[in-house]
């Protein structure tokens, strides 16, 4: 079943990036008061000159996406809801704290960093996510606390002049996305350095990748320090 989802999925991606190539220039995020529905399509490209100041998910002046790329980003909003924990590893951990309720405010802000962010990606995609955020509070470049980082203006599109949007707190995503940022808070499950504060999807290049050094790349995210 996942096999057939996720091929189902790849080749929804490759009809959008052509119908993309062909009518020109990177899916952009959404431009209206509700949040994207899959926040990974996202023009990561435009920032300030200062790297404190560097937004992950800043629009920029974006025109309209076509109807084929947004569909393909419905279609994966959907996929999401039906990507199962790995067997052993991350997947059971995830799987052994997924919830639905937050036990804090500052947990319920990184939970919605994970969901809007990257609800589409693999565990270690989300995970990675959620490091960046804790990164961020922890480097005394950002806000001190997780919510501060979140709702730091012109840092992520999904956050609307400073109001996280309501998740779908009944879908699995969200429970994943809780379960992720417990395993992120506790610190015993890293994938990045504590000086990865950035990322950026890997369908555009920002002119800031080039003078930060690339860490890795996990699912569609590259991430740097």
Same mark, same amino acid.
């Given at each position: ?38 926040? =990974? ?33 419905? =279609? ?14 991350? #997947? ?107 990322? =950026? ?7 800031? #990748? ?10 569609? =995210?590259?991430?740097?320090?």
């Amino acid at each position: 079943m996942i096999n057939t989802v996720r091929a189902a999925a790849f080749a929804v991606a490759a009809f959008a990036f052509a119908a993309s190539a062909l009518w020109g220039g990177p899916v952009q995020a959404w431009e209206g008061d509700v949040a994207p529905l899959a926040s =990974h399509y996202l023009d990561h490209a435009a920032a300030p000159a200062a790297l404190s100041d560097l937004g992950l998910n800043e629009d920029g002046a974006a025109p309209s996406a076509s109807a084929s790329v947004q569909a393909f980003s419905d =279609h994966m909003a959907a996929v999401a809801d039906f990507i199962l924990p790995e067997a052993g590893g991350l #997947g059971a951990l995830v799987a052994s704290y997924a919830a639905i309720e937050t036990r804090s405010a500052e947990e319920d802000c990184l939970a919605n960093a994970v969901y809007f962010e990257a609800r589409g990606e693999p565990l270690e995609g989300q995970l990675a996510v959620a490091e960046v955020v804790l990164n961020r509070a922890a480097s005394g470049r950002y806000p001190a606390t997780i919510c501060g980082v979140v709702v730091q203006p012109a840092q992520f599109s999904f956050v609307r002049r400073g109001i996280i949007p309501r998740a779908d707190r009944a879908s699995e995503a969200w429970r994943r996305a809780v379960a992720i940022s417990r395993i992120a808070a506790q610190r015993e499950t890293r994938l990045l350095p504590a000086n990865v504060l950035w990322y =950026h999807a890997n369908y555009v290049s920002p002119g800031w #990748g080039r003078r930060l050094e690339r860490n890795t790349r996990i699912g569609l =995210h590259i991430f740097y320090s």
